[in-house]
């Protein structure tokens, strides 16, 4: 397949807006490879009540509504992915920290490249890349998987919730150590204020793209939010349901988008190959 054939879609964290993205987004671009990074409503302050988005207060009560939660983001992505299928492009998703749940749950059977081939129709989803991403089983939720099942609710220490605790918004904790800690100063403090907020997030994953494409895992040895230990555990589970990951590792913080942009578009270009045969 040629660059010209493909595209890439990315899922991006919580907390944050697309601007770090951009940096992966124009590298893909670069080498002749569509790229997308729509911002999810999770993590879109317009959408989570914070009033002034250029001076957010993350006190204020939830939207009357409540907040966007998992359906939201993946509808957004959809709407991303159907009219570039539709125009006979092959897709990579490419999923980050909980985008992984996002990337999953939006890859659905009638997106799929092998799905549409064989009905006769060209193009479609070849397959996941996660990068430092969250793994999810089918049938959990971010928040049910990363919670203890019994005893106390766990704050970890790079976030932090606001007046109205778990039922309200988290931010994070000292971003510039721990999404990007491997950036000099001044451009870290850059990133980090173009952070945003999310609510705990509690849809169940339904869709099983595991089992149905072509997954890799991009390790990040060097991440302080999600260890590499911890990524490791996540897929070996996964694994072990439903198939071996295509595994990389890079010597990357939490946010190798920034860090590792030219690393990232090789292993993007590597393992669309190795899908390809």
Partial sequence: MSSSNL?????????HSTAPYMPLVEALKAKGIEAYCPQLPTADLAKLNVGDISKPDFDREPPSGGYPQGEADTEVILNVLRPVVDRGKEILIIAHSSGGWVATEAARPELQAKSRKDKGLTGGIIGILFM???IIPVGESIHSFFQPKDGPFHTPPFMRFHKHGGAGLGT????ER?????????EAEKWAKTLTASPILTTKLTNDAYAALP????????DLTLPKEYQEWMVAGQAKKTGEFTMYHCASGHSPHLSWTDGLVNTVQDFVKKIEG
């Fill in 178 to 186: 721990f999404l990007f800690n491997d950036l000099d100063k001044t």
């Fill in 132 to 134: 430092g991403a969250f």
């Fill in 172 to 175: 994070m904790n000292e971003p």
């Fill in 215 to 222: 997954c890799a895992y991009l390790v990040l040895e060097g």
């Fill in 7 to 15: 595209a890439v879609v990315i899922c991006h964290g919580s907390y």
